[in-house]
């Protein structure tokens, strides 16, 4: 019964996109090719992820109005979309000869030139970025998270807190700083930052995953597996977190064996192995436990 009614879903909501987008192509007939309406449904096609169409739809935008540089930047994220770098990048530059300080055609530069593994021009696209709007967070954000991908903790880390002071709420950057911290082994910094981050977001499941970490190696094993716990009641088929409150119930196995549960610890293991039967640190503990 569920399964029927999750398909009659799927096919009203399916039908309900299709008879959209037969009413933006009389719309489009009837008030003689309106760029909005282009716009709409190239979203449409794109959600659909008919890239082809789509494209059509913002090409469309771009022959009736040749000096919107939005419509380039909507046509050069479909061909990204379609792993096509080169032509998604020609369409951001387009987008920047129209308007040559638009912010998000050099971000978005800046973002083909990672995909292309060029840091050196995506660091120099992201710096250009920030120049011409040292409020806008999002350049900040990419040059941090570029940094941070590449093991250049210090440098991350000041982006980071840079952003902080532009938007002291910022989630995701108050996260990764977090980890920063914890990598770094200051755990009291990190220990604050994910308890900030859960105050913004409390069904964040990464950040209560990060806290109980912060715990567990600073060998508050109770109140690790508490705070795993409370991770897997947002998301009960969190993979790390699974594993993790499986390794702090076997830690607390060899000191107090009486009150643990193995097979508990087992059939979580095997949840994880359901997801990723490949994960090496899940069969590592399952070697662990067996030889215990």
Not at 56 to 74: G, M, T, V
Not at 93 to 106: F, G, N, S, V
Not at 152 to 171: G, V
Not at 216 to 237: C, D, F, G, W
């Amino acid at each position: 019964m569920e399964k029927f009614t999750s398909e009659k879903q799927f096919n009203a909501r399916s039908d309900h996109k299709k008879l959209i987008i037969a009413r933006r192509n009389k719309s489009i007939e009837k008030e003689n090719k309106s760029s909005d309406e282009y716009t709409h449904l190239g979203l449409i096609h794109l959600e659909n992820q008919d890239y082809e169409k789509a494209l059509d739809s913002f090409q469309k935008i771009i022959d009736l109005e040749p000096n919107n540089p939005k419509a380039f930047i909507n046509l050069g994220y479909v061909y990204e979309k379609m792993d096509m770098f080169d032509s998604a990048k020609k369409c951001y530059e387009k987008a920047l000869q129209i308007k040559y300080d638009y912010i998000e055609a050099i971000v978005k530069i800046g973002h083909i030139f990672e995909l292309q593994g060029d840091y050196h021009n995506a660091v120099d696209q992201y710096t250009r970025a920030i120049e011409f709007a040292p409020q806008d967070v999002e350049p900040r954000f990419c040059l941090a998270t570029l940094y941070d991908r590449h093991d250049m903790y210090d440098e991350a880390a000041e982006e980071y807190e840079s952003i902080l002071e532009i938007n002291p709420k910022h989630a995701k950057t108050l996260h990764n700083l977090g980890r920063i911290h914890f990598q770094n082994g200051d755990y009291s910094k990190a220990l604050n930052i994910f308890r900030n981050v859960l105050k913004l977001e409390p069904e964040n499941t990464d950040a209560w995953n990060d806290l109980g970490s912060v715990y567990e190696i600073t060998n508050n094993l109770i109140q690790a597996i508490s705070t795993y716990r409370k991770a897997l009641k947002v998301n009960p088929l969190h993979e790390e977190t699974n594993y993790n409150l499986a390794n702090a119930y076997f830690s607390l196995f060899l000191s107090h064996p009486n009150i643990v549960n193995m097979q508990d610890i087992v059939e979580r293991l095997q949840i994880v192995l359901s997801q990723n039967p490949n994960n090496k640190k899940v069969w590592d503990l399952l070697t662990k436990i067996n030889a215990s």
